[in-house]
């Protein structure tokens, strides 16, 4: 599924709020999680996703997709140096945002919004406000954290 960048543009920038109850557990390694989301009025839907490398403890990437399979941000930590499709190398940790034509093939150094990369829970809080989650979701860590 694709979409216009001036579509992505308006998603990434739109409200985003959690609209439940429950709290949830931060993934243990090698296991992920997705977490439902929606916009203001309730007409668009979008999900967080939280992956864990089971090897590696550090490594994480965050997500936020719309209309089920569509990556707008990713943010990836920990991970292996990402080839852009120009050839450029990017170190982790980077960042990915939807650019048409190439959905999330594109990464750039994560932005002085993130605090402390290090950090896997704080870098989680900043990737939510840099998508514009303005309700969240709480997460509890778990043992294996």
């Known amino acids: 599924m694709r979409i216009t960048q001036v579509e992505a543009d308006s998603l990434i920038k739109m409200d985003k709020f959690f609209n439940g109850d429950n709290d949830y557990e931060y993934p243990p390694p090698g296991d992920k999680l997705s977490v439902p ?7 668009e839907n979008f999900i967080v996703d939280i992956n864990r490398s089971y090897i590696s403890l550090q490594k994480v990437n965050f997500q936020t997709r719309a209309r089920k399979a569509i990556a707008l941000v990713r943010v990836d930590i920990g991970g292996a140096v990402h080839r852009n499709p120009d050839g450029a190398e990017i170190q982790c ?3 990915h945002i939807y650019k048409e034509g190439w959905g999330d093939k594109w990464a750039k150094p994560l932005p002085d919004d993130f605090r402390d990369p290090s950090d896997i829970y704080a870098t989680l809080d900043d990737f939510l406000v840099y998508c514009r989650v303005v309700v969240k979701p709480k997460f509890h860590r778990g043992l294996l954290s």
């Not at 989301?37 to 007409?43: A, T």
């Open 37 to 43: 989301l929606e916009s203001s009025d309730k007409k």
């Open 93 to 95: 940790p980077h960042i």
